[in-house]
T-cell receptor, first 121, second 111 residues
């Protein structure tokens, strides 16, 4: 079955960087676009970024554009999110999510359990 | 890229039907049939896809859940409400900037 497992979260000081990873299994990773979504404590879901099947297209939410970079390694079945210049507002659970089948970007059909980033001095 | 507007809470009794609205603009909800709905039982737990592309149900999702859209507003209807439906629900839409936006979220309470 589809499995997405995030890692790399933790406590980090403001201004520092962190790299999140998502290990995918149970499906052909290179056949699906992938997303990152986050949820701050007590808040709603916020979409962050999407990457196409082979990584040639990437799009970012305005709120994080310029500070984050999404990437993927189809040989290792992993999805990454590099986050720089972290701010306290970046404190959240970060989820990786799979796009649905087909060429259109329209949904998040499977989600990981999330990894928590806590930005604090 | 403003969040789509949802009611903060909706309450219903077992067996009733409730509808959650999701209002956006012509650049997102109104412009594409790429609205999806997610159920989150507990904050911090993985959301679950309930409806995709406005009105389609993934395999395994109860047919008590249905979706529709009119203009810039999408809706999720839960029929025959059950205690197990108590959760937070979020809509999402693709946007004209090749981005995605979520709704503000709705807490469903079953009396």
């Amino acid at each position: 079955q589809v499995q997405l497992v995030e890692s790399g979260g933790g406590v980090v000081q403001p201004g520092r960087s962190l790299r999140l990873s998502c290990a995918a299994s149970g499906f052909t990773f290179s056949n699906f676009a992938m997303h990152w979504v986050r949820q701050a404590p007590g808040k709603g879901l916020e979409w962050l970024a999407v990457i196409s099947l082979y990584g040639d297209r990437k799009h970012y939410a305005y709120s994080v554009e310029g500070r984050v970079a999404i990437s993927r390694d189809n040989s290792e079945n992993t999805l990454d999110l590099q986050m720089n210049s972290l701010e306290t507002d970046d404190t959240a659970v970060y989820y990786c999510a799979r796009e649905g089948p087909g060429s259109a970007w329209s949904m998040f059909d499977h989600w990981g359990q999330g990894t928590l980033i806590s930005v604090s001095s | 890229q403003s969040a789509l507007t949802q009611p903060a809470s909706v309450t219903g009794s077992p067996g009733q039907s409730i509808t959650i609205s999701c209002t956006g603009t012509s650049s997102d909800v109104g412009g594409y049939n790429y609205v999806s709905w997610y159920q989150q039982k507990n904050p911090g737990k993985a959301p679950k896809l309930m409806i995709y592309e406005v009105s389609n149900r993934p395999s395994g999702v109860s047919d008590r859940f249905s979706g529709s859209k009119s203009g810039n507003t999408a809706s999720l209807t839960i029929s025959g409400l059950r205690a197990e439906d108590e959760a937070d629900y979020y809509c999402s839409s693709y946007t004209s900037s090749s981005l995605f936006v979520f709704g503000t979220g709705t807490k469903v309470t079953v009396l």
